[in-house]
């Protein structure tokens, strides 16, 4: 988009999903203004539970055609306390994500200046990992299914699938995004000792790929170690490619390890181009603290620096994340991060620092 006008498809969503993202819109749309380099506009897309129950759909059935009409999407939470999680998440999300074939899920996490990690075992820097989580196959790819309903033998299967073209690609992927990293390092997680087919594909491709990246150090740890070596060993960690299942959990827990599920970023990127990416906070609804006006919003302030470097702005997203450090250095922090400000204070904060840079 040479022209540096974005159109932005704006999903809030559910929960906190709101919140947090009409907040990253003020964010964004501020910092527009301030650097002139670039305009970017936000059409509000109301999908979600709402539109459930009103409509009987989580989205239009044309979802990838009106999502194709954008140049990135931005998106909240799906998920609420009255309807089954696996209705919302495959009525929105997951009805996004395999079909626009957003294949590499990459899940950054970084312990913010002002902040800390809990790990007494990590270094005065804190915590600066990359995760790469594929995201079309795996466990969540929808292959299985339930039959003698309402038996005692009833029976219910949730296939695992691994394609070669699947694994090849996030693998390549992964040592690219680990070769742009100064320590270019990979970590290729797996469970290729109890789960023989799949997970051993997996082994066999990332040796293969790494023949194309002599200059990647790269080393495997199967899954119930890895979550070890992440507590014990942080710094002996930088970036890590695992599958789509293992990577969802072992996410959560590198968010919590660096200071928050909070802080923590998500983007669905199509890296071939050829349909819009998808950028969204790793957390959920979070049904806890909804309405109470006290939900993190840096997690969503980070997915949109990285969908502006994604759409070309990489100057944009680097004045955007400078502000927000400022921001957490000065002790403007909400309560998962041990302070006691609201998502309108952290977000009138960053403005104001947004307005210094004009
Ligand atoms: P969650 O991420 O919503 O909440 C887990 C914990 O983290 C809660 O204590 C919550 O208060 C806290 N938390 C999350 N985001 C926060 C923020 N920005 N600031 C401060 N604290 C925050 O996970 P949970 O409870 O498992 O899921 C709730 C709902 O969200 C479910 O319906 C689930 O299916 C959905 N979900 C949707 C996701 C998505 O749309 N990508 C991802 C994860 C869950
Ligand atoms: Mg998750």
Redesign the pocket.
């Known amino acids: 988009n040479k022209s540096r006008r974005y159109k932005i498809a704006s999903i809030p969503?559910?929960?906190?999903?709101p919140e947090?993202v009409s907040a990253a819109i003020d964010v964004v749309s501020k910092l527009a203004k301030t650097l002139k380099t670039f305009t970017i506009e936000f059409t509000h897309i109301p999908w979600g539970t709402a539109y459930y129950k009103k409509t009987g759909a989580y989205a239009d059935e044309n979802v990838l055609d009106v999502l194709r009409s954008y140049d990135a999407a931005l998106?909240?939470?799906?998920?609420?306390?009255d309807v089954p999680?696996h209705i919302?998440?495959w009525g929105l999300?997951l009805a996004i994500r395999g079909p626009l074939q957003l294949y590499a899920n990459v899940r950054p996490v970084r312990t913010f200046p002002g902040t800390q990690s809990p790990l007494r075992t990590v270094g005065a820097k804190g915590i600066d990992w990359l995760l790469v989580r594929e995201n079309s196959e795996g466990e969540y790819a929808g292959h299985g299914g339930r039959s003698h309903r309402g038996q005692t033998w009833e029976t219910a299967t949730e296939v695992a699938i691994f394609t070669y073209t699947g694994i090849e690609r996030i693998m390549r992927f992964a040592f690219t995004a680990a070769q742009t990293r100064p320590r270019k390092f990979l970590t290729v997680v797996t469970k290729s000792n109890s789960m023989r087919n799949g997970m051993v594909l997996w082994d066999e491709v990332a040796l293969k790929v790494s023949k194309d990246f002599p200059d990647v150090n790269w080393d495997k740890m199967l899954v119930d170690a890895m979550t070890v070596r992440m507590v014990n060993q942080p710094d002996s960690l930088d970036t890590i490619v695992g599958t789509n299942l293992h990577m969802d959990i072992l996410s959560?827990l590198a968010a919590a390890l660096a200071g928050?599920?909070?802080v923590a970023p998500s983007s669905n990127l199509d890296p071939t181009r050829k349909n819009p990416s998808l950028f969204?906070?790793?957390?959920?609804?979070?049904?806890?603290?909804t309405g109470k006006g006290?939900?993190?919003?840096v997690?969503t302030f980070w997915s949109a620096a990285e969908m502006l470097a994604w759409l070309g702005e990489e100057e944009a997203k680097e004045k955007l994340m400078g502000c927000v450090e400022r921001v957490c250095e000065a002790g403007v922090l909400?309560?998962?991060l041990g302070g006691t400000a609201s998502t309108k204070d952290v977000t009138k904060a960053v403005c104001d620092e947004i307005e210094l840079l004009g």
């Open positions: 969503a559910d929960g906190i999903g947090v998106f909240g939470s799906v998920g609420a306390p999680d919302s998440l999300l959560d928050s599920i909070g969204e906070p790793v957390h959920g609804s979070a049904f806890d603290i006290v939900a993190n919003p997690a909400t309560r998962d």
